[in-house]
RNA sequence: GUCCCCAUCGUCCAGAGGCCUAGGACGUGGCCCUUUCAAGGCCAAAACACGGGUUCGAAUCCCGUUGGGGACGCCA
């Protein structure tokens, strides 16, 4: 088995390409198939390297490798079109001498009025067939002296082409809506119908699987197939990813493309897990199942026949999954850019930096969809100051109450000659005499202990952000994480705040 | 306009003639847990587009209607 991925590097890889790319891979995977990565670059207006650059980092960011390919090279390269213009060129004039194809001298303009024309007209909108009547000889004579032509296939009257869909089942067109395409530009570069064929056929694909907007170019296809006599492979249409309103899905709907996933701070695996659950079912009602796994389960004829949603919840809670499962240490790494970008930590940490973000993971890994929120998460850590705590009229009037107020300087009693907290039974102690002295307990007795502590009145579990407030307190500044306040600090400027404004 | 494809909860899937009083998941609502938020646990509401056939029996097969999507390019 042979199939192969073939993006036109026009852009960044869209979500819908990686659906794709994933089932190619799925299946060669499966089936100790060989996977083929190709370039379709034949638009030279369109593509660029830097595109081309960027899919190759996106698939391999994802996890998708490939067999062969423009940078690892193969024995049926190159793997770039625009390598293979002579391949192209040469079948195309050995059609025209066959009279399977002919050449077009019709200007664009000409084309596109005709066009209209026949639309207007409620009439299948086809070539004319106008080029395909001049005689062949005064069509040479033509070309050799210079004037532009395209060739344009010779496309067979009155016939039925059917092929059978590997995921739909059979399908057939009538020649009569299909129009007589053009095979070669009139500068000579290649037409994707005829481009694909070529390229496939050269490079001995079995199975090609591509989006369900190639479908009506099927036929197309494999008419050139029979034209070169080349086994025609296999095909299957997957449907389309659309968006909440029906339509593709696109810029409107948020974020298309695999970079932007990267940077919202998706996980490579969360998001081919996510998109092979978009019309397939790894069967036996699970939905968390890694790559590996599904390769072994996959087959084309359980792939679902209609258009799917893209939901970005559902990608969300995937994504969790995935969160709460990945080494601390791989979390870390990942995290550091937007602790960075939010000032938290700086460009090196030291291996003490390193080992307290670490230590840090628990808070994050179970309660956050997405690497972007971290630092949010994180924010009391660093970010502290009692004036602030205690500036919104509805803390300060809970704070001020009897009740709170016992708490607190129970709390602050507590800290000024307790060691540092930096665990959490150690925390849950002094909890415990905050308790007993202050009189408090429950809600009561915790929620103006957080307020003392973070400012806020609500965020993570308090059992582990107090022993992440005192490691980090004790961190040296060459560790490259911001210093931040420990609980005692945190309390007593508190307290002193609070005091000061009380009597007034 | 012409041709092609598709049609189960809001969304993603399960269902390949009787197992369906249509199952699971996301989301939504409620309850529980709890030192708050989140996470987690439990419960609930929520669908076979419509109309004809075929059959003892249809979500499942056939036809039509409607709706959606795609293609019709010297883009891919």
Redesign the pocket.
């Known amino acids: 088995m042979r199939v192969r991925f ?1 993006p ?1 590097p ?1 852009g960044h890889l869209h979500i819908g390409n990686v659906r794709t790319a994933l089932f190619n891979w799925l299946l060669a995977r499966g089936h100790d198939g060989t996977l083929i990565l190709r370039i ?1 670059d ?2 030279a207006e ?1 593509s660029t390297v830097e595109s081309e650059t960027t899919i190759l980092e996106d698939l391999k960011w994802l996890g998708l490798n490939w067999d062969e390919g423009p940078d690892s090279g193969g024995p049926v390269g190159p793997y770039r079109q625009s390598e293979r213009l002579g391949k192209y060129q040469s079948r195309a004039r050995v059609l025209v001498e066959q009279g399977r194809a002919y050449y ?5 303009g000409q ?1 596109e009025a005709e ?1 209209k024309d ?2 207007a007209n ?6 004319s067939g106008r080029c395909a009547r001049i005689d062949p000889e005064e069509a040479k004579r033509r070309v050799q002296s210079g004037e ?3 060739i344009r296939f010779r496309t067979p009257e009155n016939r039925e082409i059917a092929f059978n869909d590997l995921v ?7 020649t009569d ?1 299909i ?1 007589d ?2 095979l070669l ?3 000579a ?1 290649p ?3 005829f481009a694909v064929v070529v390229d496939d056929g050269l490079m001995g694909v079995t199975h090609v699987v591509r989006g ?6 099927t036929p197309r296809q494999l008419l050139i197939y029979e034209a070169l006599e080349f086994t025609p492979p296999q095909f299957g249409h997957v ?2 990813v ?1 968006g ?1 309103d ?3 899905l696109s810029k409107r709907h948020g974020a298309t493309s695999v970079d932007e996933f990267r940077e919202k701070g998706y996980l490579p695996e969360a998001l081919l897990n996510y998109l092979a ?5 790894p069967g036996e ?1 699970q ?1 968390i199942v890694p790559l590996a796994e599904m390769a072994k389960r996959f087959s084309l004829s ?1 792939v ?6 893209f ?1 970005e ?2 990608l ?2 995937v994504n ?1 999954h995935y969160l ?1 499962d990945a080494p601390h240490d791989r979390l870390a790494e990942l995290s550091a850019p937007y602790l960075r970008r939010a000032g938290y930590i700086t460009d090196t940490l030291s291996p003490q930096g390193m080992a307290y973000l670490i230590a840090l993971m628990p808070l994050i890994n ?3 969809d997405r690497l972007d929120q971290v630092s949010e998460r994180l924010k009391q850590l660093f970010e502290y100051s009692a004036e602030a705590a205690l500036k919104p009229s509805d803390i300060r009037a809970e704070v001020e109450a009897d009740a709170a107020r016992r708490v607190i300087d129970a709390l602050a009693a507590e800290l000024e000659h307790a060691p540092r907290l930096v665990d959490k039974q150690l925390f ?1 102690g002094l909890a415990e005499r905050v308790k007993q002295k202050s009189g408090q307990k ?2 009561a ?3 103006p202990i ?1 307020i003392a502590l973070t400012g806020a ?7 582990l952000l107090v022993p992440a407030m005192e490691q980090g307190a004790e961190l040296d500044t060459s560790s490259g994480v911001r210093p931040m306040m420990g609980a005692r600090e945190r309390v007593r400027g508190f307290v002193e705040v609070l005091s000061q404004t009380i009597g007034e």
Not at 304 to 309: L, R, V
Not at 457 to 463: R, S
Request: neutral net charge.
């Open positions: 073939a036109s026009t379709e034949t638009d369109r077009c001298f019709c200007t664009p084309l066009r026949q639309l409620g009439l299948p909108a086809k070539y532009p032509a395209a739909r089942g059979p399908i057939s067109f009538h809506v129009g395409h053009v530009r009139a500068d570069s037409a994707y119908n369900e907007d190639h479908i009506s170019n449907a389309m659309l909440p029906h339509t593709r659950l978009l019309s397939w079912s009602g939905e359980d679902g026949h209609s258009a799917s949603i939901d919840e559902k969300s809670w969790r709460k179970v309660s956050v849950r429950g809600r007795l915790f929620h957080r009145g609500d965020g993570p579990e308090l059992d």
